[in-house]
């Protein structure tokens, strides 16, 4: 594959990294050394002072001095790194990746080999290890002769004793952000435009609002329905009444009037501040995205503009760049994320505004869709300003007695030299960025992929190619197209200071304080309706009761007042009459001694009979008198039941009344 590209790029063709890549018959190569990471236990550092000796002694030059050596190399074989290897398949026989293509170039220059004697190593963050990078580098060094990765130069390192042989990775600290680029505003009316009002929020927000708006009315009935209001209504009209009320409220315009009950009043309260906080969030966020506003940021090129306007900065944790940024700037709003991938993924999205990035790694990403998908992010400098001068090559141990490791680096930086000098080493990191690039940022404006792909199709290769005739057209002659403003932009937007995504919807979890309130005071508003709803019917009870009562005593005293007993009537009455005819009796027994003078007095026997008469008139009299009474007893026997059954009436009307009239009634009744 690198032979094929290389012979279809003229100008690469010829260069002596790119013949021995084309012939070089490696690939699929495992790990040699095996030993885990960070172990004490490996001890790969070869003895090269007897070689140190030869070339002191003049025997052998220095460039030859490395020849028919098998160098122990440890390798970075980590996500993001410049080697390509897998643990199943081993170094790819496509392409090896940079570090390893120029390993190459260096092991044929210098006469040695290496693919046949490496080890690998991970990143050292992970939960496996707990390291630093500074930790792997020194272990490294320790025990193999060489470790190769992008090991940047710092005062720390060399103070450790790390040697760097020369610089092939450009790792000066930059900052990448997003271009200030100019806002097309189509002055003609499109059918998307209809929905512009539906922008303010999101779809779950929206559907949470009609839903709540639905619950609210349902609530209300319920409240109604407590406190009796219901007003005849059937129950369609009823739900109907409520939920326009519920609708209408919710666009502010305040409609329930004044609530009499407790729990009502928290209701409305509760909807009222509910569809205030709404209404303010969408209309402000309604004006921000139509109002033809274009906010930016100030204009940075240095860490020390960003502290001052207080931009965030994206950095991978743990890095060299990260180290420079904390220790130089502690007022940074720094943001570390674990990859290079989700520092990018954190610009693009709004979480920051730049990301601190190494010379080299931007050249290669810029036209990478993963980091750029846009091609809208770019240098953050427009003369090649750098946040801080640095470099990376790989690292030996500096060793100028022991093991002479020195040597190893000294030849190492000739034949870089040599590469320099030839341009061999640009021509590798060509082919580096060229390979793994899906996007064209100097020629093709990500706004028109979608119409390249419907007149190009999906193939990546002409996607790529900067001379498809089609994609020259459209970029000359760019669409203008209509864009809804956020009040700020993903990277100069009060959001991206605060951390918040810069969307220009209002999603669910932005708005989730106001929908979880009114909620809470709904049900503590139908939860305070039912313990009064249930105090209520106590109190009626008792009241009802006690009048009960009272009404029965007030019955008793009155039946004792106004009518003797049957028996005490029956008592009295058979008295008299019994008295009357002892008297009687008494009066004929007497008279018996003057019935001869009856005999001679016709008039005397006249009066007798009369008096008997009139004794069995009285007698008959009080017979009546008698059931008189006792008719009157079962009359008033009969009133009592009735004011009995018409007190329970009385019990059942005062209910309604109290359900009515609330508290009051209670109270009147």
């Known amino acids: 594959l690198l032979y094929i590209f290389s012979s279809s790029t003229s100008w690469l063709s010829g260069s002596p990294a790119l ?18 990471q960070m172990s004490p236990e490996a001890d790969y550092r070869q003895d090269v002072c007897d070689r140190y000796k030869a070339f002191r002694n003049g025997t052998v030059e220095l460039k030859d001095a490395l020849r028919g050596m098998k160098l122990n190399v440890l390798m970075g074989a980590y996500n993001g790194s410049y080697f390509n290897y897998d643990d199943e398949t081993g170094i790819s026989a496509a392409y090896p990746g940079i570090a390893a293509s120029l390993l190459d170039e260096l092991a044929q220059r210098a006469g040695f080999t290496w693919r046949t004697s490496f080890g690998i190593f991970t990143d050292p963050r992970g939960a496996a290890f707990n390291e630093t990078w500074t930790d792997v580098l020194t272990w490294g060094v320790e025990h193999y002769d060489m470790n190769v990765d992008w090991w940047a130069l710092n005062l720390e390192r060399l103070n450790l ?16 952000g997003r271009e200030d680029e100019e806002e097309i505003v189509d002055e003609e009316i499109e059918w998307s435009d209809f929905w512009n009002w539906t922008k303010p929020f999101s779809i779950p927000v929206w559907l949470t609002t009609f839903a709540t708006i639905i619950v609210s009315g349902f609530v209300y009935m319920l409240l109604e329905w407590m406190n009796d209001e219901v007003g005849g209504r059937g129950s369609w009209e009823w739900f109907a009444d409520n939920l326009y009320l519920s609708a209408v409220n919710a666009t502010q315009a305040y409609e329930y009037g004044t609530p009499r009950s407790v729990p009502a009043k928290i209701f409305a309260l509760s909807m009222a501040s509910w569809a205030l906080i709404l209404a303010a969030t969408y209309t402000a966020n309604l004006a921000s995205l139509l109002v033809d506003k274009r906010v930016t940021m100030q204009k940075v090129e240095t860490v020390e503009e960003a502290v001052v306007f207080g931009y965030p900065i994206c950095t991978v944790a743990g890095t060299n760049t990260d180290t420079y940024i904390e220790e130089s700037f502690p007022s940074a709003l720094r943001r570390p994320q674990v990859t290079l991938e989700d520092v990018y993924r954190g610009v693009n999205s709004g979480q920051c505004a730049f990301a601190a990035d190494v010379v080299q790694s931007w050249l290669g990403n810029k036209n990478k869709r993963e980091f750029n998908p846009n091609c809208d992010l770019d240098w953050v400098s427009n003369n090649g300003r750098v946040v801080k001068s640095n470099a990376a090559g790989f690292a030996t141990k ?8 020195g040597l190893i680096r000294d030849v190492i930086n000739f034949h870089m ?10 021509d590798l990191w060509t082919i580096e960025n060229k390979r793994n690039q899906d996007l064209d940022c100097e020629t093709f404006r990500p706004e028109l992929l979608e119409e390249l792909k419907k007149s190009e199709g999906n193939d990546a290769r002409r996607l790529r190619d900067p001379l498809v005739k089609q994609r020259s057209t459209l970029a000359s002659n760019p ?28 999603e669910l979890e932005a708005m989730m304080g106001p929908f979880f309130i009114h909620f809470a005071l709904m049900a503590l508003s139908v939860f305070i309706a039912f313990c009064t709803k249930y105090y209520e019917k106590r109190a009626l009870r008792d009241a009802n009761e006690t ?17 003797p007993s049957l028996d005490t009537a029956k008592t009295q009455s058979f ?11 008494e009066d004929l027994e007497g008279s018996s001694t003057r019935d001869d003078e009856m005999q001679r007095d016709p008039s005397l026997k006249s009066q007798v009979e009369e008096l008997r008469y009139s004794i069995e008139k009285s007698e008959a009299a009080t017979q009546r008198k008698l059931d008189m009474m006792i008719e009157e007893n079962k009359n008033l026997q009969g009133k009592m039941d009735m004011m009995i059954q018409e007190n329970q009436d009385l019990r059942q009307l005062t209910m309604v009344i109290v359900q009515r009239e609330g508290k009051t009634s209670v109270r009147s009744a």
């Open 19 to 36: 013949a021995y890549a084309a012939e070089s018959p490696f690939g699929g190569e495992k790990a040699f050394f095996t030993t885990p």
């Open 417 to 426: 030299e040599v590469m320099i000098a030839d341009e061999s080493l640009d």
């Open 575 to 585: 008295g008299y009459n019994s008295t009357m005819k002892s008297r009687l009796n």
């Open 479 to 506: 669409p203008r197209r209509r864009r809804l403003k956020a009040a700020t932009r993903a990277a100069g937007a009060s959001a991206v200071f605060s951390g918040e995504s810069s969307s220009q919807q209002m």
């Open 547 to 563: 009048k009960r009562l009272d009404i029965s005593q007030k019955l008793r005293v009155s039946d004792n007042e106004k009518s």
């Open 398 to 405: 500096a060793d100028a007695g022991f093991k002479c490791s």
């Open 161 to 176: 004793g790390i040697a760097y042989t020369k610089p092939w990775y450009d790792s000066s600290i930059i900052l990448v």
